[in-house]
């Protein structure tokens, strides 16, 4: 079985700022890891996916997650917060064929 | 492009009553997910396709909720009776195959209230 826990549901910045979300993951084998972003009322979009290709992953929009498996984390960063990064955001495993979603953490840009 | 169509896209129901909802995924998909997303969690899956013969109904609340996808292409969700609990919102997602890192395309997705 598989799960994902995300350590806070809301972060706040400033515009400018780094953005640290942070994500920890379990499976019993080597898991396929995502993120996605949730915009109030549009649906999901996907952010970026771990393909075991390599352990820094790009994705749209500036984001990047760091794949540790020693730390079993999947941390989605950015270097700077833009107005338009506020949403809810999701860290998913995949294991077989069904993904499972944490709970999402809500990023709060402040002027 | 177009993506994955839902309607309706708000739906007000009394307990007891009935509701459907609607899924159409982009175009040459072969598989189709119904996930419920019940405020402040993520989404949960409740159903998935292949084609038209279901792959995973595992968490469906079968005594309750029923899912059909005749063609292969078109989906339909229903809930009958709906429950308090039941208020949430439900999204669609299609993705090319059941392949380990097919990207899943989301909906907008239909958010049911139940009085």
């Known amino acids: 079985a598989q799960s994902v826990t995300q350590l806070d549901s809301h972060v706040s910045v400033s515009e400018g700022t780094p953005v640290l979300l942070r994500c920890n993951y379990s499976?019993?084998?080597?898991?396929?890891l995502f993120w996605y972003v949730q915009h109030p009322n549009k649906g999901l979009q996907l952010l970026l996916k771990?393909?075991?290709?390599?352990?820094l992953v790009k994705g749209i929009n500036g984001f990047e997650a760091e794949f540790k498996k020693s730390e079993t984390s999947f941390h989605l960063t950015k270097p700077s917060a833009h107005m338009s990064d506020a949403a809810e955001y999701f860290c998913v495993v995949r294991g077989g064929r069904a993904l499972t979603f944490g709970s999402g953490t809500r990023l709060q840009v402040q002027p | 492009e177009a993506g994955v169509a839902q309607s309706p896209r708000y739906k007000i129901i009394e307990k007891r009553q009935s509701v459907a909802f609607w899924c159409n995924p982009i175009?040459?998909?072969?598989?189709l997910y119904w996930y419920q997303q019940i405020l402040g969690q993520g989404p949960k899956l409740l159903i998935q396709f292949q084609n038209n013969g279901v792959v995973d109904d595992s968490q469906l609340p079968k005594d309750r909720f029923s899912a059909e996808r005749l063609k292969g292409v078109d989906s339909t969700l229903k809930i009958q009776p709906a429950k308090l609990e039941d208020s949430a919102v439900y999204l669609c997602a299609s993705s090319l195959g059941l392949a380990e890192l097919d990207t899943q395309y989301f909906g907008p997705g239909t958010r049911l209230t139940v009085l």
């Open positions: 499976s019993s084998y080597s898991p396929s």
């Open positions: 175009s040459g998909h072969a598989t």
């Open positions: 771990y393909t075991s290709a390599a352990t």
